[in-house]
């Protein structure tokens, strides 16, 4: 909705959500807080697609689009595909642009190199030292602690994907990028 505020008379926000409760409350809030949607405000439009990323993306190519900007904020592990299949499929025009969100993801993009040790999450309180179950109260600490681990495992498993994305626009010749350190960190990227 602020992008739509912020575009010219006769411009198109697309946005895609695969969660299907997720897409109604935002249908619903685009129509009855804001009137912005294909029937309402006739400056500019939001058309909301109810599918997975990569499936409005080969829609969007399908039906000719092309883009003047792109925001990518979906799964991690696929923004190397999204990006690619952007290019490939000349989603965004030649003066366009492409915002990547969370290439910093937490701080955590730096230790992507490192071993994964407990000392680079300290963004995470430290887990407490195991011991040998003595009652069912230490069972549950046990487990929580295994919980805390796979937890800091699948939020460095998120880093690695951003590391690797980062690495792949920064080696990518038909672009240039400006990584901005602000908030959880946000490429600007742009065709040569």
């Known amino acids: ?20 409760k997720a897409a109604q409350l935002a249908r619903d809030t685009i ?10 405000r006739e400056s500019v439009k939001i058309d909301l697609w109810e599918d997975s990323a990569m499936k409005s993306l080969e829609t969007m190519a399908k039906n000719g689009l092309q ?9 991690k592990g696929n ?7 952007i290019l490939a499929n000349d989603l965004l025009s030649k003066s366009g642009y492409i915002l990547a969100d969370n290439v910093l993801f937490r701080g955590m993009v730096l ?5 994964h040790s407990d000392h680079n999450m300290s963004f995470l309180p430290p887990s407490p030292p195991s011991s040998p179950p003595l009652s069912p109260q230490s069972n549950d600490s046990s487990s929580k602690d295994r919980r ?13 994907h951003m590391d690797a994305f980062n690495r792949h626009i920064k080696n990518d010749q038909r672009v240039e990028v400006v990584v901005l350190p602000i908030f959880d960190g946000i490429s600007i990227i742009v065709k040569k």
């Not at 923004?79 to 299949?85: G, P």
């Not at 805390?148 to 690695?160: F, G, H, N, P, Y």
């Open 148 to 160: 805390m681990k796979r937890s800091q495992m699948s939020l460095q498993k998120t880093a690695d």
């Open 79 to 85: 923004y190397i595909n999204y990006f690619d299949f």
């Open 111 to 115: 230790d992507s190199n490192k071993e």
């Open 67 to 75: 883009f003047d900007a792109i925001f990518i904020d979906a799964d």
């Open 31 to 40: 129509l009855e807080r804001h009137g912005l949607c294909e029937e309402g």
């Open 1 to 20: 909705m602020a992008m739509a505020d912020g575009m010219s008379d006769g411009g198109t926000v697309y946005t895609c959500e695969k969660d299907v």
